[in-house]
T-cell receptor
């Protein structure tokens, strides 16, 4: 079945540091890929998405590129802020009929210190 | 913000008692989902619905049932709660399946003692 593997955390960075959170996937067909973010005590929010190979999703300074050849969707940000402290989830949904569910990675907790 | 509410937000119950969690949406979205979130597991799908009275099982459906009698409401029932069902439960909605974004509710923290 489909699966998502993301780097284990927690990740602790200083403010203005560069962020990379690795995400690789296994899926049949042509999945759509997502990054969700969960702030403390809240539900998940969509951060960005990409629906086909070589697409780049971007939002709030975060970027991720859909790499079919390496089955990856790594999240990057050039300069993190304390307000970026949260848990980040990589997820996919497969194309085709009956593709109703998101498959999530286990999440990576990011802490940004001043 | 998408109009999704969950009730209750917190609940403590005893082993063996029935529990019902409610998800209510004001977006008129067709698809609704129930997930549980546990440390080290991310989010796992319990059940989903693709229309009124149309539901199907997800990855971790054992011990759970659902019902959807109206577009706006999706109920999750634990017929006889067990300690292994202590978790945070999230409802989500989407207009379409597949590549469409899912919008999540604020969650319900359930503790089974």
């Amino acid at each position: 079945g489909d699966s998502v593997t993301q780097m284990e955390g927690p990740v602790t960075l200083s403010e203005e540091a560069f962020l990379t959170i690795n995400c690789t996937y296994t899926a049949t067909g042509y999945p759509s890929l997502f990054w969700y973010v969960q702030y403390p005590g809240e539900g998940l929010q969509l951060l960005l998405k990409a629906t086909k190979a070589d697409d780049k999703g971007s939002n709030k300074g975060f970027e991720a590129t859909y790499r079919k050849e390496t089955t990856s969707f790594h999240l990057e940000k050039g300069s993190v802020q304390v307000s970026d402290s949260a848990v980040y989830f990589c997820a996919l949904t497969s194309s085709g009929a009956g593709s109703y569910q998101l498959t999530f990675g286990k999440g990576t907790k990011l802490s940004v210190i001043p | 913000d998408a109009g999704i509410t969950q009730s209750p937000r917190h609940k403590v119950t005893e082993t063996g008692t029935p529990v019902t969690l409610r998800c209510h949406q004001t977006e008129n979205h067709r698809y609704m989902y129930w997930y549980r979130q546990d440390p080290g597991h991310g989010l796992r799908l319990i059940h989903y619905s693709y229309g009124v009275k149309d539901t199907d099982k997800g990855e971790v459906s054992d011990g759970y049932s659902v019902s959807r009698s109206k577009t706006e409401d999706f109920l999750l029932t634990l017929e006889s709660a067990t300690s292994s069902q202590t978790s945070v439960y999230f409802c989500a909605i989407s207009a379409r399946a597949g590549e469409d974004e899912q919008y999540f509710g604020p969650g319900t923290r359930l503790t089974v003692t």
